[in-house]
């Protein structure tokens, strides 16, 4: 079935080259568990040097003495604290954010109609985006709570074995609120990054074919087409970086012993918002830039090698 004129019989699954059909979004799913995974457990000690330098500036500087301090205090396992939480947790968030973007920008394209959704594609990825990141933060914020509990606790005084993490959380749960008590402020960073994330990435994409890959886009390898799909990841990484740092700030702060029972905006007053808004910001842009060009290259290699084509283009 092909795209059609008429909107009572246009459907957003079958207007593009490849059907979207259940096969289609199971893959998304996978790759998307794959893609987000990988990155996220490979960047582990970055992770460890941003969340102890929001949450202990004095001590922690700046990135490269962090990891140096870290190193020298706790050895090299001291810069992979939350390996296995980061792991497992961003595996799940990965399958839920790629996989049920790809669902919801269908759904949304088809109530919208044809003529809406190529006038406003933009507010569909927008929509679709921050859908799908409502559901990938529920499975992740369990893992994430864990994970910043075992990266910002001082040294000995919080397990650093992900099972026996994991039953710690459960123990402390009238404390840490342990499963889900992260899971407003993990919305408040996840949907506006991953909106910025989205968003940014189909848009930089669409530019790159639009004004300087302008030849249909099966005429470029299959390497031209995954560069593209780097090279706009990571400036949709930067972007998405600076939106939601503000709230990947008071997210790790909560997880201080000080900071038990503080509302939110009770500890963003006290930090102070141009803390909040710079403190590890470097850091967090080489991290996240790097690590959503890679997560968009690792989902479009996944994509097409199995059948699904990469992302953009004519």
Known sequence: ????????????????????????????????????????????????????????????????????????????????????????????????????????????????????????KGGIWLAASASAEVFADVALCPFEMTKVKIQTSPTGTFPTSFGVALARMRELRAETRYPFGSLVPLWSRQIPYTMAKFYFFEKTVQLFYTHIFTEPKDSYSKQTQLAITFASGYIAGVVSAVVSHPADSLVSLQGRAENKGKSMGQIAGEVGIVRLMTKGLGTRIIMFGTLTGFQWWIYDSFKAATGMGTTGGK
Request: neutral net charge; contains cysteine.
């Open 1 to 120: 079935m092909s795209s059609s004129s008429n909107s009572s019989t246009w459907d957003a699954r079958y207007a593009g080259p490849i059907p979207h059909d259940n096969s289609y979004y199971a893959k998304g799913l996978l790759g998307g568990a794959l893609a987000c995974g990988i990155t996220h457990a490979g960047m582990t000690p970055l992770d460890v040097a941003k969340c102890n330098m929001q949450v202990n500036p004095t001590k922690y500087p700046a990135l490269w003495p962090t990891l140096r301090l870290l190193v020298r205090e706790e050895g090299s396992a001291g810069i992979l604290k939350g390996f296995g939480p980061t792991l497992v947790g961003y595996s799940l968030q990965g399958m839920f954010k790629l996989g049920l973007y790809e669902v919801f920008k269908d759904l949304y394209m088809n109530i919208a109609g044809e003529e809406i959704s190529r006038t406003y």
